[in-house]
C-alpha cells in the first residue's frame, strides 16, 4: 500500500494536535511521541506534527517561517460541500484563518485554510459528474 507521510515543524505539538483533531484527523499512537504527533486523515495520509527540534534533526536548512513564507501547500479532497464548509469552520474556531475568498467553479469548490504555525491547506470537494460533462464539451 502506498502512503504519504507529511512532517510539518510546529511550535507546539499539543496544541497542533488538538486543532488537527477539530479538523477531523484523528491520532495515530503507534508513531505519536512527546515530540511528535501523528494524525491520521486517511489509511493513505498521514501529516506528523514534529517539534522544530525534531524537524531540524533530519533537515540541514533552516526552517522557513510558513506564516511569513510559502513553502507547499497541502489540498484535502472531501466527499461534499457540507463537510468542507464544517472542516473550514471548525478550524476557525480552534485558531486557524482563512486568508481567501471560496472559489467555486461550479463543479468544484475549495476554501483555503491555515493551521496555528501558518502552513496552507485547501480543503476541496470536486463534482465528478460534473466535472466529465464538462469535459466533453
Known sequence: M???F???PV???????DFYTKLGFTV???????????MVWS????????TLEMFKSGNKKNIADPKKSTIATFTLPVESIDS???IVENCLKAGGTEPTQIINEGFMQMRNIEDLDGHNW?????D??????????
Do not use: A, W
Not at 12 to 17: A, I, K, L
Not at 43 to 50: E, G, R, S, W
Not at 128 to 137: C, I, L, T
Open 122 to 126: 485547501g480543503i476541496i470537494f470536486l
Open 11 to 17: 511550535k507546539n505539538v499539543e496544541t497542533s494536535m
Open 84 to 86: 468542507l464548509n464544517e
Open 43 to 50: 489509511d493513505h495520509i498521514y501529516v506528523m506534527l514534529q
Open 28 to 38: 495515530n499512537p503507534l508513531f505519536t511521541f512527546d515530540d511528535q504527533k501523528c
Open 2 to 4: 502506498k502512503q504519504i
Open 6 to 8: 507529511i512532517n510539518l
Open 128 to 137: 465528478v459528474d460534473k466535472f466529465k460533462k464538462m469535459k466533453r464539451k
